[in-house]
C-alpha cells in the first residue's frame, strides 16, 4: 500500500477519535514497525499536522482543530471519487470485490458529509451487460502477469467454441466490457465481449503477443468493430436540422472532422468496419446522408429498404 493511503487512514482514525498508534499501522497494512514511524513523523514533520500522543489512550491525537490533508474534501476531487465508484457500477462491476474494498476505503477518506456524494450523481449507460468477477478477474490477472487464457466463447447466435487467447488491453466501449486479444484460433487479433465469456483457466504459458506503445489497431478508426489498417477508409455524413445541432458538439472520433456548411453539417471520420457506422446514421433517419464512399450508401440504401418492406407487410 502506498504512502498516502497510509496516511490517510491515519487521518480518518485521529478524526473518529479512533487514537491510532504505530501498531495499527503496521497491523492493517502489514508494514515493518520503522515504516510506520516513519509514516507517524511525515504526517507531523512534513504536512505539518499538530499531532500529540496521549499516554492514556496510547494514540494520536490532533492538539489544534480544523486540521486538513491536501486535497481532502476539495469537491472537485470528493466528485471525482464519487463519479468513480457510479461509473464503475454502472458498467457492470457492482458485484468485483475490488471494486467493495475501494468504496470502503473511498468512504474512509471523505469526511461523514461526504460519505454518499454517489447519491448525488448518476450516471447511466444503455444495453450495459454484467460481468462476471471471476472471468473479469481471470481477464485481468492474464494481462498484468503476460499470460495466455483459455475461454469458451458464445457468439451472437450462441455457438460456442473453445479458444486460447493472449490478451492484449481491457476495454469499456459505451459502458460493456470488451478484451482485445490475439486469437491462436483464427490467428488474428479479436475483441471479445467478456459477458459472452462462458468458462476461462489460467494456462501459465506466456503470452506471444503484445501491443506496442505506437500501436493504433483501436484508436485509428470509429467504433467498437476494428480490422487492419489496410482496410480503412475516410467516410462523409451530411447532417441537417437537429441532427447537426447534436453532432457539432460530440466527438465520434479523435481523428474526425467537421466542416459546416449552409444548412448542416459534413463529418469525416476513419472507418475500418461500417456496421457501427450505419447504425449511427440510421439514428438520425431523414437528417443524415452519407456522401462518401458509394459502397456505403448503397448499404444503408438496402437496409432502408428492408425495413420498409418490413413496415409494408404491417
Not at 502489514?30 to 492514556?56: C, G, K, M, N, W
Not at 462491476?93 to 469526511?111: H, R, V
Not at 494481462?143 to 487467447?165: D, M
Amino acid at each position: 500500500m502506498s504512502l498516502l493511503e497510509r496516511i490517510y487512514y491515519l487521518h480518518s482514525r485521529i478524526l473518529n477519535d479512533r487514537y491510532p498508534n504505530s501498531n495499527d499501522l503496521v497491523r492493517e497494512f502489514e508494514v515493518s514497525s520503522a515504516t510506520a514511524h516513519r509514516d507517524i513523523a511525515y504526517l507531523r514533520d512534513r504536512l505539518l499536522a499538530p499531532l500529540a500522543f496521549s499516554q492514556q489512550k496510547n494514540g494520536y491525537y490532533y492538539s489544534e482543530s480544523g486540521f486538513r490533508l491536501p486535497f481532502e474534501d476539495t469537491p472537485r476531487l470528493v466528485m471525482l471519487l464519487g463519479m468513480l465508484q457510479k461509473m464503475a457500477g454502472e458498467t457492470g462491476l457492482t458485484d468485483l470485490p475490488e471494486l467493495k474494498k475501494l468504496q470502503k476505503k473511498l468512504t474512509e477518506l471523505m469526511n461523514t458529509d461526504n460519505s454518499a456524494v454517489d447519491d448525488l450523481i448518476h450516471c447511466e449507460w444503455i444495453e450495459t451487460e454484467s460481468v462476471d468477477p471471476d472471468f473479469f478477474g481471470a481477464v485481468l490477472n492474464s494481462l498484468l502477469n503476460r499470460t495466455q487464457l483459455q475461454i469458451t466463447y458464445r457468439s451472437p447466435a450462441g455457438t460456442e467454441t473453445e479458444r486460447t487467447v493472449d490478451p492484449l488491453k481491457l476495454v469499456n466501449y459505451q459502458g460493456r466490457w470488451y478484451c482485445l486479444a490475439w486469437c491462436h484460433l483464427r490467428e488474428s487479433r479479436r475483441m471479445f465481449h467478456l459477458a459472452r465469456i462462458t468458462a476461462s483457466r489460467q494456462t501459465g504459458s506466456k503470452s506471444e503477443h503484445s501491443l506496442s506503445p505506437d500501436d493504433d489497431w483501436l484508436t485509428g478508426s470509429f467504433g467498437i468493430f476494428k480490422s487492419s489498417a489496410e482496410s480503412r477508409y475516410q467516410a462523409q455524413i451530411l447532417l441537417k436540422g437537429t441532427a447537426a445541432e447534436i453532432v457539432l458538439h460530440q466527438r465520434w472520433h479523435p481523428d474526425q472532422e467537421i466542416q459546416e456548411t449552409k444548412g448542416g453539417l459534413i463529418l469525416s471520420l476513419p472507418v475500418s468496419d461500417d456496421r457501427e457506422l450505419i447504425m449511427k446514421v440510421l439514428q438520425f433517419g431523414s437528417q443524415a446522408f452519407i456522401l462518401h464512399p458509394k459502397t456505403l450508401r448503397e448499404k444503408v440504401q438496402i437496409e432502408i429498404h428492408k425495413m420498409a418492406q418490413l413496415y409494408n407487410k404491417n
